[in-house]
C-alpha cells in the first residue's frame, strides 16, 4: 500500500504536474483568445505608428526649405545686400542654414512659368536665398525687422508656411500610433491578468485539493504558471504572426513606389513585433504567478 | 502523534470548542461522536491544520502547529491521510489518477500493482478509469479512503467515511483501517454509526470520544 | 410547510431573478473589463478614423489643382490657342475643370518671385490654365498628344503630382483606421462572447441547482442575460466616455488653427461614439443568451 | 403518481438496471435500499427526469416521460421535492434562500413564519443567515430535505437523506417525511440505514425495495 517507486507510473513523468491542471474550459480559450487579439492589435498598432513615424519623417524633410529670402535690388546693390541679408540669417535663431541661388537654379524654378527658352539673365529677376530651418523653427516677425535694417531691399516669404500643418498632422499621427500602442499593451496586460484570475477562480477547487493532498504552493503555483504563461505566449505568438500576415498583405504595402507611405515593416522593423510575444508571455508568467499566490494565502 | 491541550475554537461567533485536550499516540484507535453541527469535522481539521486553534496548543508530530510554515503543513498532509467529509476530487482525472494524486504532488511514483490493490480492496476495481462525475456517492467515499492511505500515512483521519456504504462495504472499509492500525497507523474515525464503532471495539482497542457541549468528553463504558 | 403568498418576502421583489446569479468574481469583473477596454480603443480608433478621413478630404481638395497648361506662344496665337487646348481640356476624361487664368491671377502668382512692383505685362509671361482632376485622374501621356496635336504652344506640367503620394497616404490611413475599427468591433465581440461564456461556465453549478429546483429556462437564461447585458453595456458605456475624455483631452485637439488636422470629433461626428455601448450591450445580450441556452441544453 | 415499467437503463456501457418495474402510487411510503453502487441513484434520477430510460415506459404524474418538454420537467420538479445525495446550494445565498430557492423559481413569495418553522423541525433555525460553506455535513443535508419540502410537493424523493447525521436527528427528519405521508403525500427514500427503516416501518406501511443484480426487488419480510 505505500508508494513504492518502481513500475509503470500513473502520470507519465513529463506531463505529470500539468496533469493536475484541468486541460480546457473557456477560460482558457479566454487567455488564449485575448492574447492572440491584443497581440494582432498591438501588431498593427505598431506597423501604424511606424509608418505614421516614417510619414512624418518624410514630410518633415520635404517640407524644411518652407522659406525664401527675396532681394529685389539694383544690380549694383544686389551682391552686397545678399551678403548682408546671408549674414543676418546666419545669426538668426532657428535657423539651420541659407544659401544664395545660382542663376542656373532660378532658372530652373522659373522653368515651369516661362519654359525652359526663357533668358532668365535679361530680366530683372530677384536674388534667391533658401532658407532651411531647424526643427524649432524661427521667430517671423523679429528676422523680417532685422533684414529690413540690414538689407533694405530683402523680403521674408514664407509662404510656404502652410505645409507646416502637414508635418504636424503626420506627427501627431505618430504620437496617436504609440498612444495606442501604449494603451493596447496596458489592455493586453489587463485582459491576461484578468483572464488568468478568472481562470484560477475556476479552479480554485483544484487548488484546494491539491493542498489537501500535500501539494506545495510552489508546485500548484508552477502547474499553473507554467500552463497560463504558455497560453499567454502561444496565443500572442499566433495573433502576432496573423498580425504580421495582414499588415504584409496589406494592399499596397509591397508596392514599389509607395513604400515610404505604405503600412508595414521595413526592413529591422519587422523585428519590432516579435517582442510582442514574449512580454505576453512575461504578463501572463507575473499575472498567473501573482494571482495563484494569492488563491493560496486564502488556504490553510 | 497529535497532541491538543486546551484548545478554545469558534467560528468567528461564540466558541464551538472549549477547552478540548485530546492525545492521539501512536498506534491509538479513536472514534470521534457527537450531534451534528457539535464540531466533529471542526475538531479534525484542527488535527491537519485546515484550522488553527483560537488559544491552547495543538502539537503535530512533536512540532507546535502555530510555528509551522506553509511547506511544513505540506509536509503534515503527507504524513496525515485525511478523508473529508464532502470528497473532493479533480473532476478532470480519473478516479486512479485521483487516488494516486498524493504520491504524485509529493515527487513519489506510483506502484500500479499497489493501486490496484487497493482500488480492488474498496471495491473499486472496475472503476479505475471512471471520472468523479461518474461514481456513485459511496465509491466517491471508498475513493477518497483510499487516497487518504495510499501513501500509507502515519495517521489517518477519515470523517464519515462510512455514511453512504452498505452495511457489508462499512465493514470492510473498517476492516482496511484496523488492518492499517495493527501495522501501527494511529486511527480516527468521526462517525454517527454507533453499529461501525461496535464493531470496532470487537477487534481492537478503540478510544471513543466524543463531543457534547462544547466539550470532549471520553465515553468508555456507554457503548 | 406550503408556499404561502402572505408575509415578506425572503427576496425582495425587485431584484429576486437577480439574486440567483453570484454577484462577483474575476469573470465579471472580466466582462465588464473586456467591455471597457474595448470600448475605449474603438473611440480611439473611431477617433482616428475620422480624423485621418478628415485629413484625406482637406489634402485632396487642397492638392487637387495639381496640373497646369502652359501657352508659350506669339502674342496673336495665343488666345486661339489657349481655346483650343481648353476644349481639349474639357473632353478629356478624368478633368473636373480648366479655367484659363486672368492677368492678375498671373501676377498674384509670380509675385514671391518678383515681388509686387513687377510689369508684368510688359514680360513674355505664358498664358496658364488651371486644371482640376476630378478622384479619377487623367492620363496625362494621351493629354499630352492630344494638346500638341490641337495647340502645339502648350505644355501640360503636371509635375506638381509628387503631392499624390500624400493624398493617397492620408488615405491608407484612413482605410486603416477603419481596419482597425472592424478589428476592434471583431475583438469586442468575441472577448464579451468569451468572457460570457467564461462566467456562464463557471456558474454551471449554478444553473444546475436552478434546474433542478424547478427554473424554466427561459427564467435561467433571463437571470443571467440580464446580468451580462448591463455588464457588457455599463462596462462600454464606462470605456467609451473614457475614450471620449482623453479624445478631447488630446493635445492640440482643440486648438484653434489645428482642428482640421487634429485628432477629435467634429460636430454630429460625437455622435458616433455613442453607438459603442448598444453595440457592446447587443453583443452581450446575443452572446449570454446563447451561451446561456448552450449550458441549459447539456442538462436535463 | 409515478410509474415505472419494463425499465431498461445504463450509462453508454451495460445496463445497471434491467426490467425495472415500480408505481409509486399517491400516499405511498417507499424505501429504495442496495449496495453502494447498485444504481440507486440511477433509478431515482429516472423518476424525476433527470435522466431518460433508454427502453421501457416511464409515467410521471400521468404524463410519458419522453413526451416531456424542457418546461414540463421544470414543472414537474415544481410537484416533486427531491433532496439529493450531494447536496447542492447556491453558495452565494444564505441557508434562509436557499431553502426558499423553490419558492423563488416558481414565482411564489415565500411566508418567513413557514420558513421558520421548518428551519427549526429540521434544527437549522439559528442557521438561517449561515452560507452553505459555512455548515456541517449534516447541516447540509438537512438544508436538502428542508429544501426538498418547502414547495408541499405530491411526491418527495430523497436520496440518503440521513446518512451524516446522528440517530436522534435521522428520526427527526423521518418524523418530518411521515408526518407529509400522513397529509397524502407519496414518499420514496433511498437509504443503506436498517435501523431507519425499521423505525419507519413501526409508524407507517412502508415498503422497501431493493436492488439486487441489476434488478428491483419487493422486499417485504426480510426485516
Ligand atoms: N454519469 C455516470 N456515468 C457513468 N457511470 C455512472 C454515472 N453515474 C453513476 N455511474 C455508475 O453507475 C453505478 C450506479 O450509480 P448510482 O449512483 O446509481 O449508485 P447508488 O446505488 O446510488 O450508490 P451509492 O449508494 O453509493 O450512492 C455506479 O457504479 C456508478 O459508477
Ligand atoms: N466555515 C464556517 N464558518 C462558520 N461556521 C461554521 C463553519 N464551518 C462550520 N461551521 C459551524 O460550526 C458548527 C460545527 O460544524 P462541524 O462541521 O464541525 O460539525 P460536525 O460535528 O462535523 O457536524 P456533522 O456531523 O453534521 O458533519 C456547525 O454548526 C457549523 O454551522
Ligand atoms: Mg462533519
Ligand atoms: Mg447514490
Same mark, same amino acid.
Given at each position: 500500500m505505500s508508494g513504492g517507486t518502481q513500475g509503470r507510473a500513473v502520470f507519465s513523468a513529463e506531463t505529470a504536474a500539468d496533469r493536475?491542471?484541468?486541460?480546457? =474550459?473557456f477560460t482558457a480559450r479566454l487567455t488564449l483568445f485575448a492574447a492572440a487579439a491584443m497581440a494582432f492589435l498591438a501588431v498593427f498598432a505598431l506597423a501604424l505608428s511606424l509608418a505614421t513615424g516614417r510619414l512624418a519623417d518624410r514630410w518633415a524633410s520635404e517640407l524644411a526649405r518652407t522659406a525664401t529670402v527675396r532681394i529685389s535690388t539694383t544690380q549694383d546693390q544686389r551682391v552686397a545686400q545678399t551678403r548682408a541679408a546671408l549674414k543676418v540669417l546666419e545669426t538668426t535663431? =532657428?535657423?539651420?542654414s541659407a544659401r544664395a541661388l545660382s542663376l542656373e537654379e532660378e532658372q530652373a524654378l522659373l522653368e515651369p512659368w516661362?519654359?525652359?527658352?526663357?533668358?532668365?539673365?535679361?530680366?530683372p529677376v530677384p536674388q534667391l536665398i533658401e532658407v532651411i530651418e531647424d526643427e524649432?523653427?524661427?521667430?517671423a516677425e523679429g528676422l523680417r525687422l532685422r533684414l529690413m535694417a540690414e538689407a533694405p531691399g530683402a523680403v521674408l516669404d514664407?509662404?510656404?508656411?502652410?505645409?507646416r500643418p502637414l508635418v504636424q498632422a503626420a506627427e501627431r499621427l505618430r504620437t496617436m500610433g504609440w498612444i495606442a500602442l501604449a494603451l493596447i499593451a496596458a489592455t493586453t496586460g489587463a485582459m491576461i491578468t484578468l483572464a488568468a484570475n478568472a481562470a484560477l477562480s475556476a479552479n480554485a477547487q483544484v487548488i484546494r485539493v491539491l493542498r489537501l493532498v500535500g501539494a506545495r504552493d510552489k508546485f500548484i503555483a508552477a502547474a499553473f504558471v507554467r500552463r497560463f504563461t504558455l497560453r499567454a505566449f502561444s496565443g500572442a505568438v499566433g495573433g502576432t504572426l496573423l498580425g504580421m500576415l495582414a499588415v504584409f498583405m496589406l494592399? =499596397?504595402?509591397?508596392a514599389e513606389g509607395s513604400f515610404l507611405t505604405g503600412l508595414g515593416f521595413q526592413g529591422l522593423h519587422w523585428?519590432?513585433?516579435?517582442?510582442v510575444p514574449p512580454l505576453a508571455g512575461a504578463v501572463g508568467f507575473l499575472a498567473t504567478r501573482l494571482a495563484a499566490l494569492r488563491v493560496l494565502k486564502g488556504l490553510m | 502523534m497529535i497532541e491538543l491541550k486546551d484548545v478554545n475554537y469558534g467560528?468567528?461567533?461564540?466558541?464551538?470548542?472549549?477547552?478540548a485536550s485530546l492525545s492521539l499516540g501512536a498506534g491509538s484507535f479513536h472514534f470521534l461522536t457527537g450531534?451534528?453541527?457539535?464540531g466533529k469535522t471542526t475538531l479534525l481539521k484542527l488535527c491537519y491544520r485546515e484550522l488553527q486553534a483560537s488559544s491552547g496548543r495543538i502539537t503535530l508530530f512533536g512540532q507546535d502547529a502555530r510555528d509551522m510554515g506553509r511547506d511544513d503543513v505540506s509536509d503534515l498532509r503527507r504524513r496525515v491521510g485525511v478523508v473529508h467529509?464532502?470528497?473532493?476530487?479533480?473532476?478532470?482525472?480519473s478516479l486512479a489518477e485521483n487516488v494516486a494524486l498524493p504520491l504524485l504532488v509529493s515527487g513519489h511514483a506510483s506502484d500500479p500493482g499497489n493501486l490496484k490493490e487497493l482500488l480492488g480492496w474498496v471495491g473499486l476495481g472496475d472503476q479505475a478509469?471512471?471520472?468523479?462525475?461518474?461514481?456513485s456517492g459511496g465509491e466517491r467515499q471508498r475513493a477518497a479512503l483510499a487516497r487518504a492511505v495510499i501513501m500509507s500515512p502515519d495517521v489517518v483521519i477519515a470523517d464519515e467515511?462510512?455514511?453512504?456504504?452498505?452495511w457489508e462495504m462499512s465493514q470492510r472499509l473498517l476492516q482496511l483501517l484496523i488492518e492499517l492500525n495493527r501495522m501501527g497507523k494511529t486511527i480516527i474515525i468521526a462517525t454517527h454509526d454507533m453499529n461501525l464503532i461496535r464493531a470496532a471495539k470487537a477487534q481492537v482497542s478503540a478510544r471513543v470520544v466524543r463531543i457534547k457541549d462544547r466539550r470532549l468528553q471520553i465515553a468508555g463504558a456507554d457503548l
Open positions: 493536475v491542471v484541468p486541460p480546457t =474550459g535663431p =532657428g535657423i539651420a516661362f519654359g525652359p527658352a526663357m533668358p532668365i539673365a535679361s530680366l524649432n523653427g524661427y521667430e514664407d509662404h510656404t508656411r502652410w505645409r494592399p =499596397g504595402a509591397s523585428l519590432w513585433p516579435l517582442s | 467560528y468567528g461567533g461564540a466558541d464551538l470548542l472549549v477547552g450531534p451534528s453541527g457539535a467529509q464532502d470528497c473532493q476530487f479533480l473532476d478532470h482525472l478509469g471512471s471520472l468523479p462525475a461518474e461514481l467515511p462510512t455514511g453512504n456504504v452498505d
